[in-house]
Each structure stands twice: as structure tokens, then as C-alpha cells.
């Protein structure tokens, strides 16, 4: 059974890593998206409606699938100060409870979420601004998706601290 979960917990880590690296080349996009708007604009005095939304449409899911990714290798935000000290079974508690909390706040985010995208989809909801990107549906479709990633990294994250605190390590 121990083996299973930690099976289980490295499929995961391996399906977000997956994920992170594919997401890692949005940030290169969205790099070269903005250095050739601020051209456009301050060499040329022009610009696009559509390539400014894309800088929006690039960052949504760089933040949403990098939250798990981040998860994954422990670069998140925690007082490291104070956990530094504790014992090696005080972190795997504070893991376990961050990870059951993450879990519960992701599953309120999904359910509130998917009426907010279904809406969204259904009214084929685009950009306001004439020449804008007509997809906005689709970025509030990665809300759900994002955090549906980040409440499997916890999940991970929760096995592993959990067989820690069980094997009182």
C-alpha cells in the first residue's frame, strides 16, 4: 500500500512537472509578445488590440499551472524561519494541514468556478474591444483546469507527508 501511494504521488509530481515545462515556454512567448508591442508602440507609434490581449491570454495559465509547479518544488510561500526549527515530524503535520487545506480551497474554487466558465462559454463571451482576442472564454476555462492541477500536486504532497508522519520521519 506505501508503495502504491508513493507511486501515485510521483505520477503526479511527473504529470506536473510535464506541465510546468510546457508552461515554462509561455513565459518565453509572452516575453517576446511584449517586447514586440512595446516596439510596435514606442518605435512605430502603433500597436494591436489583439497582441496586447495575448499578453493576458499567454500569463493566465503561466500563474495557474505554475502555482502546482511551484507546489512540486517547494518554492511556494512559507515561513521558513519558523519551519526550519521544528522537528521532522512537526513539518510533515504543518505539510499534511497545509495540503488538506490547499485541497479544500481548491475544490471551493473549482465548484464556484465552473457556473463562471459555463456562462462565460455558453454567451461564447470574447474581448469588449474591437480587434480583441473573441476567446475570453477559454482563460476562464483554465481556472477550473489550474486549480484541478494544484489540488493533484496537494494531493501529492498530502501522501507524502502523510507516510512521513507515519513512518516518524
Keep these: 500500500m506505501t508503495q502504491a ?9 511527473a504529470v506536473v512537472d510535464l506541465i510546468g515545462r510546457v508552461t515554462a515556454w509561455s513565459s518565453f512567448a ?23 490581449e495575448l499578453e493576458w491570454h499567454l500569463m493566465v495559465p503561466i500563474c ?10 517547494g518554492e511556494h510561500v512559507r515561513v521558513d524561519v519558523l ?8 513539518k510533515a503535520a504543518v505539510d499534511l494541514l497545509a495540503a ?3 485541497i ?3 475544490a471551493l474554487v473549482i465548484h ?7 456562462q462565460s462559454w455558453r454567451n461564447s463571451e470574447g474581448s469588449a474591444n474591437p480587434g480583441g482576442i473573441p476567446w475570453r472564454w477559454a482563460l476562464k476555462a483554465l481556472i477550473p483546469v489550474g486549480f484541478s492541477l494544484f489540488l493533484l500536486q496537494s494531493v501529492a504532497e498530502a501522501l507524502r507527508a502523510g507516510l512521513r508522519l507515519r513512518d516518524g520521519h
Design 5 to 13: 501511494l508513493r507511486s501515485l504521488a510521483d505520477g503526479i509530481d
Design 30 to 52: 509572452l516575453v517576446l509578445v511584449m517586447a514586440t508591442n512595446v516596439l510596435l508602440r514606442y518605435l512605430f507609434s502603433t500597436g494591436s488590440v489583439w497582441a496586447q
Design 64 to 73: 495557474l499551472f505554475g502555482m502546482a509547479y511551484a507546489l512540486r518544488h
Design 83 to 90: 519551519f526550519a526549527r521544528y522537528s521532522p515530524r512537526a
Design 100 to 102: 488538506l487545506v490547499a
Design 104 to 106: 479544500a480551497v481548491c
Design 112 to 118: 464556484y468556478s465552473l457556473a463562471y466558465v459555463g
